[in-house]
């Protein structure tokens, strides 16, 4: 599971599971390039990558992942700088939650567009160069919550869930040109977005962990390094559920 000579970009890399993901391959061997909006934690994530590694590379780049220009920008400027793109994790996320009665069209916009659509921006984007070398992997970032429901996230799940079938569809239309696809569904991680969950709600699925404890960001990075190393080298379309024993 090493990335030696090899380059991965990550987005939403300035916190949470998407920096862990950036920390996690630049410890691995690889050149980082750090998508998001917000430079200053992204600058944060980069001297991370830097103390995880010596000689580590990472690269920041102010990115609306919600905007196809801007994402095929990034894309372009990643390839140009490392010369190739091996490895492409859509880790971008946000959760508002809302009972369905009380939904606004903006907020089901708003899911849709930072977690499913942006998504679909960044695998057509790194398509490119990955198909022109004949390799490549691509993880996307789902959710159990996209698999099993939870009430008062409709707009949340829904997007998560349209994350699994992009990743089976994309899987197959890139699969010839050696590109594999898959995709994670974390459970309770502790990151900041799940720090604002009432307390009820996280002793509840805690307690539907076999585990019995909620996740870390790193229990997600080292499965992502997994299935983008040679040692998936069989693995595509499939989705790697990381929840404690939530979801069996």
């Known amino acids: 599971m090493r990335f030696d000579g090899k380059s991965a970009l990550v987005t939403g890399a300035s916190r949470g599971i998407g920096r862990a993901i950036a920390v996690e391959f630049a410890k691995r061997g690889a050149d980082v390039a ?9 600058e944060e994530t980069a001297g991370l990558c830097a103390a ?22 990034a894309v372009a400027e990643t390839t140009a700088r490392f010369g190739r793109l091996d490895c492409a994790i859509a ?49 996307l970032v789902s959710s159990i919550v996209g698999m099993i429901g939870n009430p008062g996230q409709a707009a949340y799940a829904a997007s998560k869930a349209g994350l699994i079938g992009l990743c089976k ?34 002793e509840y699925l805690i307690k539907q962990a076999a585990l019995g404890r909620p996740g870390r960001p790193e229990d997600v990075s080292g ?24 979801v069996m």
């Open 169 to 202: 569809s994309v899987a197959k239309e890139l699969g010839s040109r050696n590109i594999r696809v898959n995709a994670v569904a974390p459970g309770l991680i502790e990151t900041a977005m799940t720090e604002k969950m009432p307390s009820a709600a996280r």
């Open 52 to 73: 995880a590694r010596a000689g580590a590379v990472s690269h920041v780049f102010s990115c609306d992942v919600t905007d196809q220009a801007s994402v095929e920008h």
């Open 34 to 42: 750090l998508l998001g909006r917000d430079t200053n934690a992204l």
């Open 91 to 139: 880790n971008a996320g946000q959760s508002v939650d809302a009972l369905l009665l009380r939904l606004k069209a903006e907020t089901i916009d708003r899911m849709l567009d930072v977690n499913l659509k942006s998504a679909f921006y960044l695998c057509a984007a790194v398509a490119k160069p990955m198909m022109k070398q004949r390799s490549g992997a691509i993880v």
């Open 223 to 246: 499965a992502v390094a997994f299935l983008c190393s040679d040692a998936a080298g069989y693995i595509t379309g499939q989705t790697l559920v990381i929840d404690g024993g939530v």
